[in-house]
T-cell receptor
Framework: DQQVKQNSPSLSVQEGRISILNCDYT??????FLWYKKYPAEGPTFLIS?????DKNEDGRFTVFLNKSAKHLSLHIVPSQPGDSAVYFC???????????FGKGTMLLVSP | DGGITQSPKYLFRKEGQNVTLSCEQN?????MYWYRQDPGQGLRLIYY???????QKGDIAEGYSVSREKKESFPLTVTSAQKNPTAFYLC?????????FGEGSRLTVL
């Protein structure tokens, strides 16, 4: 049973436009959420995180929004760049933080 | 240079052979993790360790074994009991913030 779901396997966006990647979770004990970016044959790299006491966190072109009542979070990339083309994983942890639970990922393609 | 080093990057194994993947970190992190990535499956947790000489099974531990004799090292053995070992294996460490990942090891069973 997937506790973290990324329902869009892929997303195509034009350079300069906004990319919105979505993530839903089912476990109400999750209170810390992270986004990772992964290129082929490389390890994921951390992008941005948000704790459940916030509903928004911004870092440069990346903003994560959290809607706790809907158990939904989203990553916004503005403006999108071709170098952003990668697989993006959503991950979640509970307050005990023993492990992270990952979604299946969304492949983002930003075309020039 | 602080980071996580996985080796080998590519590994081929014959069916029935055990193989050990190395993971070393110099970030002074307490926790270390092994994940497996398969196409369309995301990252699935195999084993994790929060302290030396202790480790816990993740979601897909069957056919794998680990040890944590030193804080810096968390090797993963893929045994012959693992039915579908061909995959991309990722090691990570953390101090309970974000995970830092290694570059991965791709294992192919011939």
């Amino acid at each position: 049973d997937q506790q973290v779901k990324q329902n869009s396997p892929s997303l195509s966006v034009q350079e300069g436009r906004i990319s919105i990647l979505n993530c839903d979770y089912t476990n109400s004990m999750f209170d810390y959420f992270l986004w990772y970016k992964k290129y082929p044959a490389e390890g994921p790299t951390f992008l941005i995180s948000i704790s459940s006491i916030k509903d928004k966190n911004e870092d440069g072109r990346f903003t994560v929004f959290l809607n706790k009542s809907a158990k939904h979070l989203s990553l916004h990339i503005v403006p999108s760049q071709p170098g952003d083309s990668a697989v993006y994983f959503c991950a979640a942890a509970d307050s005990g933080y023993s492990t992270l639970t990952f979604g299946k990922g969304t492949m983002l393609l930003v075309s020039p | 240079d602080g980071g996580i080093t996985q080796s080998p990057k590519y590994l081929f194994r014959k069916e029935g052979q055990n193989v050990t993947l190395s993971c070393e970190q110099n970030l002074n992190h307490d926790a270390m993790y092994w994940y497996r990535q398969d196409p369309g499956q995301g990252l699935r947790l195999i084993y994790y360790s929060q302290i030396v000489n202790d480790f816990q099974k993740g979601d897909i531990a069957e056919g794998y074994s680990v040890s944590r004799e030193k804080k810096e090292s968390f090797p993963l053995t893929v045994t012959s009991a693992q039915k579908n070992p061909t995959a991309f294996y990722l090691c990570a460490s953390s101090n309970y913030g974000e995970l830092f990942f290694g570059e991965g090891s791709r294992l192919t069973v011939l």
